[in-house]
């Protein structure tokens, strides 16, 4: 089974937990696209929810579909998203922000109860690092934040669109950082945090409850 195949039956498994009167977090991505045509689909049956878009593209979508939409900062809590993700260990460790929405995503899986990501099975790794990390800055900070991370052993790269700065929803540039293969993610992930001009980082640890990776015909779950 290709690995589009893949993302949709995960996509499809994961929408089942979406139940009447949640406030649902609408991922970013290639098969967070399938979970969101989905959502899109039990809503035109008669579904009742209200979504939060993790980004300006996701919101167009769940438009486009009819899906209603809530302000963030008008709730507390969400109650479950569905989102993707570049890598992720067997102990729900991830890497996100391939598609530049990390901040917005890292914001609503932080605010969510339950958080299922879902996944083709070319995602799962032993160790985090073969994928870089993205890291969202301040336009102003890029050189400087460069800089630091080169001391943390990392090598990166200012993500270009048609050969100038890619800018996220937010405004802000994306740092790739090639650190290799990833022995201790939380320490990594405390010495980014303390870089001045770091809005966020690729790195979520201790945010997903659940992992749903379709493989071949297969339903593979991660739990903690």
């Known amino acids: 089974m290709n690995p589009n195949n893949e993302k949709q039956r995960a996509a499809l498994e994961a929408v089942k937990e979406i139940q009447n009167g949640m406030i649902v977090g609408l991922g970013t991505g290639s098969t967070a696209y399938y979970a969101i045509q989905a959502t899109g689909e039990l809503v035109k049956q008669g579904l009742q929810i209200q979504a939060v878009p993790t980004s300006e593209h996701t919101r167009e979508m769940a438009a486009s579909l009819q899906i209603p939409l809530v302000d963030i900062n008008t709730i507390d809590h969400i109650d479950l998203t569905i989102d993707g993700a570049d890598e992720f260990t067997p102990k729900l460790e991830l890497i996100k922000g391939g598609g530049g929405a990390l901040l917005r995503e890292k914001i609503v899986a932080s605010m969510t109860r339950r958080f299922i990501v879902i996944t083709d099975s070319s995602k799962k790794v032993d160790k985090l690092g073969k994928f870089k990390v993205p890291i969202e800055v301040i336009p102003f900070s890029y050189n400087y934040v460069l800089r630091k991370l080169q001391k943390l052993g990392g090598q990166g790269i200012v993500r270009k669109k048609e050969d ?5 929803d937010q405004g802000n540039y994306i740092i790739d950082a090639d650190f290799g293969l990833i022995e ?12 001045v001009g770091v809005v966020e980082h690729g790195l979520f640890l201790n945010l997903a409850s659940r992992v749903i990776m379709a493989q071949g015909d297969d339903i593979v779950v991660f739990e903690k």
């Open 164 to 168: 100038q700065p890619y800018q996220t």
């Open 184 to 195: 201790d993610p939380t320490t990594l992930e405390k010495q980014i945090n303390t870089i």
